[in-house]
């Protein structure tokens, strides 16, 4: 065979620029597609609002039927925590979206982040004051919350899991996971169906005056539907008597003793934190304390957190370290709640008068109702 040397030089040519293009190429590739990988994970969190409110509407007559110690409960909301939670959401995902710009870059490269189930659910009540508590929880480094209610334990058990897992935000060795449903309290089947995903979960329940919260109840549904009755003849099954009409939502959720001997089937005193709603606006830094100590978290949320809007009513949130504006809560809170019969308010305290007594003797705790 006759010797080329054009042929041999096309063997002898070096290829290591080659090889560095194509390993540049490589990483680039690689880092382009955990990018994605890491959107889709974020994405998945975010609620799709157009399938939440239909799947909601499918479910809210299973929800209105479904049976209670205390019997079937009259919601005239039908769709309750649609009402009010569309333009929470819409904060929640803005809230989400900043947290994930504060920690894109030191969570770009942490592998070691994945989805868990949450360790700490707040499980009620409406109207209590769970929005702020999961807000001002989400100041807070080593909590990742979920963005708008799930609400698996009550509406979507059957999808399993797994399903509710791929819910969560990811989060790294030492965080915690966590969801807020209010509704959780008030259904039967929740207490057990918690305590088979995990029995050390830990619960926060959000309480405040039964008789400000059935009306502030009211309020948000009279928002959405002006023309329901009035407050008056919806608290009473008959006026004249005094009878007190428990199967109504609004009334029924304030009867928080009974609900409460349910999950003491299931879980001790001491995996429940009773916050109360009232002094998470007056004194939230204080409230939040016993929180973070309940969670077993360092104090890092406080007083420079905060700042109160008197206008609102509500407490702000603020970042300590910069000089941006004070963050509110959306404009479904704070509002204005209408004048109540005097003595229809105290037929009311009278009537929760001995569930408020049993439930202070349950949590140890006397938060000053009456």
């Given amino acids: 065979m006759e010797y080329s040397p054009i042929l041999h030089n096309l063997h002898v040519v070096?290829?290591?620029?080659?090889?560095?293009?194509?390993?540049?190429?490589?990483?680039?590739?690689?880092?382009?597609?955990?990018?994605?990988?890491?959107?889709?994970g974020y994405c998945s969190t975010v609620p799709n609002l157009t399938y939440g409110s239909v799947n909601r509407h499918e479910n809210d007559s299973e929800i209105d039927n479904q049976?209670?110690?205390?019997?079937?409960?009259?919601?005239?909301?039908?769709?309750?925590?649609?009402?009010?939670?569309?333009?929470?959401?819409w904060d929640e995902i803005r809230g989400e979206a900043k947290a994930l710009d504060d920690n894109a870059m030191s969570g770009f490269l942490n592998e070691s982040e994945s989805k868990k189930l949450p360790q700490a659910i707040i499980i009620g009540v409406k109207k209590g004051g769970t929005r702020a508590l999961l807000e001002f929880l989400r100041?807070?480094?080593?909590?990742?919350?979920?963005?708008?209610?799930p609400h698996f334990f009550d509406r979507n058990y059957d999808k399993g899991l797994e399903w509710y897992r791929e819910l969560m935000p990811k989060s790294s060795e030492g965080?915690?996971?966590?969801?807020k449903t209010p509704s959780y309290y008030v259904?039967?089947?929740?207490?057990?169906?918690i305590y088979t995903m995990s029995r050390d979960t830990k619960l926060i329940v959000v309480?405040?005056?039964?008789?400000?919260?059935?009306?502030?109840?009211?309020?948000?549904?009279?928002?959405?539907k002006p023309d329901i009755p009035s407050f008056e003849s919806l608290t009473f099954k008959n006026i004249s008597a005094g009878l007190i009409d428990t199967t109504w939502s609004a009334v029924q959720i304030?009867?928080?003793?009974?609900?409460?001997?349910?999950?003491?089937?299931?879980?001790?005193?001491?995996?429940?934190?009773?916050?109360s709603g009232e002094r998470l606006i007056s004194d939230p830094a204080g409230e939040m304390a016993l929180v973070q100590d309940f969670l077993g978290l360092r104090r890092v949320v406080t007083e420079k957190h905060f700042h109160f809007n008197p206008a609102k009513g509500f407490p702000c949130l603020k970042?300590?370290?910069g000089n941006s504006k004070p963050h509110c809560l959306g404009k479904t809170k704070g509002r204005t709640h209408p004048n109540i019969n005097p003595e229809v308010v105290q037929r009311l305290r009278d009537f929760y008068k001995p569930y408020n007594r049993k439930f202070y003797r349950m949590t140890g705790h006397d938060f000053d109702w009456d």
């Fill in 67 to 89: 049976e209670s110690s205390l019997g079937a409960s009259r919601d005239l909301l039908n769709n309750e925590n649609d009402l009010d939670s569309r333009g929470d959401e």
């Fill in 187 to 193: 259904t039967k089947e929740v207490p057990a169906r």
């Fill in 175 to 179: 965080q915690l996971t966590m969801e």
């Fill in 207 to 224: 309480v405040r005056d039964p008789v400000t919260r059935a009306i502030s109840d009211y309020t948000q549904t009279r928002s959405k």
């Fill in 139 to 149: 100041l807070h480094p080593d909590i990742r919350a979920v963005g708008a209610e």
């Fill in 14 to 40: 070096p290829s290591s620029h080659v090889k560095n293009k194509l390993f540049v190429f490589c990483i680039m590739l690689s880092l382009w597609v955990y990018m994605i990988y890491c959107c889709v």
């Fill in 254 to 275: 304030g009867m928080y003793a009974k609900h409460l001997e349910r999950w003491l089937q299931y879980f001790p005193t001491e995996q429940l934190l009773f916050v």
């Fill in 319 to 321: 970042r300590p370290e």
